[in-house]
C-alpha cells in the first residue's frame, strides 16, 4: 500500500471558501493601503539570515528558536517583513530618490514555532511600513490605519494597547531598571527569562510564561526613564488618537519582542483568540536603518496575522458560488451550452456548467451547492424555438426567454 501524505505540522490548507475570506480580507486590506497612500511591494521568501540577527536581535525568540534555515547554507525563509523592507530600501538606495516612502505588503512569512492555535509555522501578514518621518501624527496615522483595516474587515471584539519605549538612551536606562527590579526574583523566571534578564531584560516583560507574567506585574513600571523630549511626543499621539475617536488602553507593560522597536509600541488583541491574542503590532523603529547600513532615518511600521484576523472573526466562511450554472437536459445540447458559457463569460459573467453527463435534477442540486444565483436550462422543445428556461434559484421562479435575449435579461437580474 502507499504512503499518503499530510499537510505539515504548523501549515494550514485553505480551501475554497476559505481562500474566499482570505482573499476578502487581502482586497479590503489592499483598499485601506491604497486609501492611506501605501503603495505594495512583492519581496522574496529567502533573505540572509544576518538581517534578521541585526535587524530584530539576537536575543529575540525569532533569531533564538525560530528561524528556517535553507540547507547549510547562509539563507532563511523570511520570518517578518520589516528588516526585509528596510533592506530593499537601503539596496535600492530609495533615502538618495526621496525623504519619504509608504509601503505594504501581503505574504507568507516563516517561523519555528510551536504549533498550536493562532500560532503556525507558515502564516500571513499584511503588513505597512512609513520610512522617514518622526512625526507623532505619522504614529496615531499607524495605529488608525491597523484599527480600520480590522473595522472593514469586521473583528469587532478588539484592544488596542499602547505604550512608549522611549529613545534608545531611554530605553536602556529602562532595561537596567528592569533588571535591577528583577533581579531579586530571578529565580521565579523561566530558564529562558533568567538568561534574558542578563543580555536583554525588556525580554522579559514580553514572556508569555505565566510566571514570569505574575513576576513582571509586581513591579512599578512607570515612565521616569522618559526623556522630556519622548514623554511629549507620546503625548501627542495619544492626543491624535483621542481626536481620531480611537479606543485604546495605555499598558506601561507593552515593549514587543523585537528589538528594533524604540518610542511608539502598540499591540491589537482579540479575546477570541485565547492565549495566542495578538492580532497584529507594531511600533516606530527610529534605529533599525543605521543598524543595517544605513543613514539615520526614522520609521515606523506594522503588521497584522491573516490567520488570527480569520479567528477573531468567529465566522464560518462563505462558501464561494457561480453567478450562472448552464444546464443541458440532453447530451445533445452540451455544445450549445458552451457556446453559451463563452458568451457569458466574454461579457464577464462568471458562469460554470456540468461537466460528468448528470441528470437535469442532479445539475440542479450541484447548482444549488455551488450557490448559483441563475441556471439557464437547455431543453429539446424549448431549444427549436430558439428559447431556453431561466431559473432563479433565490426565489425558485423561472422563465421562458429568446435566445437572443438571453444575455439582457441575465444582467438584469444579477
Known sequence: ????????????DFGPSQSLLFNTIAAKTRGIFRLFGYEEIILPLLEETGLFVRGVGETSDIVEKQMFKVSDKDIVLRPEGTAQVVRYYLENSLQNQSDFYKFCYVGPMFRGERPQKGRLRQFHHLGAEAIGSRSFRLDAEIIWMAVRILDDIGVTEKEVKVNTLGCAQDKQKFAGAIQIGLNAAR???????????????????????????????????GDDH?????????????????????????????????????????EIT??????????????????????????????????LGMERIILA???????????????????????????????LRQVGVDADMDYCGKSLKSQLRFAQRKNAKLVVILGDEEWKEQCV??????????????????LDEIDIKL
Open 1 to 12: 500500500m502507499s504512503k499518503t501524505y499530510s499537510s505539515i505540522r504548523g501549515t494550514c
Open 187 to 221: 529565580s521565579q523566571l523561566c530558564e529562558d527569562c533568567q538568561r534574558r534578564l542578563d543580555k536583554n531584560p525588556l525580554r522579559v516583560i514580553d514572556c508569555k510564561n505565566h510566571g514570569c507574567k505574575s513576576v513582571v506585574a509586581s513591579l512599578n513600571l
Open 226 to 266: 522618559l526623556c522630556a523630549g519622548c514623554k511629549e511626543h507620546f503625548t501627542q499621539v495619544l492626543s491624535v488618537l483621542d481626536k481620531l475617536g480611537i479606543k485604546y488602553t495605555h499598558a506601561k507593560d507593552l515593549v514587543r519582542g523585537l528589538d528594533y522597536y524604540t518610542n511608539t509600541v502598540f
Open 270 to 303: 482579540s479575546s477570541r483568540l485565547g492565549s495566542q491574542d495578538a492580532i497584529g503590532a507594531g511600533g516606530r523603529y527610529d534605529g533599525l536603518i543605521a543598524s543595517l547600513g544605513g543613514p539615520q532615518i526614522p520609521a515606523i511600521g506594522f503588521a
Open 313 to 343: 472573526l468567529g465566522q464560518e466562511p462563505v462558501m464561494p458560488g457561480v453567478s450562472v450554472f448552464v444546464a443541458p437536459m440532453s447530451d445533445d445540447l452540451s455544445g450549445e451550452a458552451v457556446t453559451i458559457l463563452q458568451k
Open 389 to 406: 428556461i431561466l431559473k432563479d434559484m433565490r426565489n425558485n421562479s423561472q422563465d421562458k426567454i429568446k435566445l437572443e435575449f438571453l
